[in-house]
């Protein structure tokens, strides 16, 4: 009787310390859930709060701005830069970046028609703008054009951030040209000023200036 009595409570005895080690053993799911919460964290490098505020890329706008508003004015003039080194064009203000001008060019039924475009970063008055270097030249896009051609000049992007600058086109060789409307409203640019051979005209040339802003 004894004897089983011994056998019983050694029986007893060895279960209580079977659940005592259980209990002290940690879960594995425990574990393994801690390991992958942070290894998202790092995986991702951010905390996903920080994910959520993050704020979009800046993008371009772009934007069409007229010198003169076409029709307005009281008749049509071909304005004439035959000579080597004759000039005409437009001094205007931009509040966006530029990268083109076009201008309406007529070459006199002459197809071999030369000129250059060349713009200035205004300076002051017309004298000190075109005695300083110019800042894009362009001797390649009125070359050869054909008869009143819209000749779109492009500006390398970056060249002509915002401000006030003076474009020309010259005369290089044979019967370049522009069209312009005598006294006609002005565009996009209240303060736009016209010239031709270096002295301000009436004549308004036609042409517009494209360019982008950056907006959020």
Not at 37 to 49: L, V, Y
Not at 69 to 80: A, E, F
Request: aromatic fraction near 10%.
């Amino acid at each position: 009787m004894h004897k089983k009595i011994f056998a019983l409570t050694m029986i007893l005895l060895l279960v209580m310390l079977a659940v005592a080690a259980c209990a002290e053993k940690p879960s594995d799911s425990g574990s393994t859930e801690g390991v992958a919460g942070d290894g998202a964290t790092e995986r991702n490098g951010k905390d996903p709060a920080e994910e959520q505020t993050e704020i979009p890329a800046p993008k371009k706008q772009y934007i069409d701005m007229d010198l003169m508003v076409v029709g307005s004015g009281t008749g049509n003039v071909p304005l004439q830069i035959w000579k080597a080194g004759d000039t005409a064009g437009a001094k205007f203000k931009a509040d966006f970046t530029v990268t083109e001008v076009d201008v309406v060019c007529p070459s006199f039924t002459n197809e071999d028609a030369v000129m250059a475009f060349k713009l200035y970063k205004w300076d002051t008055d017309y004298e000190t703008t075109v005695a300083a270097e110019p800042i894009w030249i362009d001797t390649e896009t009125g070359y050869h054009y054909e008869e009143n051609t819209a000749i779109i000049f492009e500006i390398e992007d970056g060249i002509a951030p915002a401000g006030t600058y003076l474009w020309l086109l010259e005369g290089v060789s044979s019967t370049p040209g522009m069209w312009s409307e005598t006294d006609a409203e002005p565009g996009g640019d209240p303060d736009v000023v016209f010239y031709h051979y270096g002295k301000v005209t009436n004549n308004c040339i036609i042409s517009s200036v494209h360019g982008y802003t950056m907006t959020e």
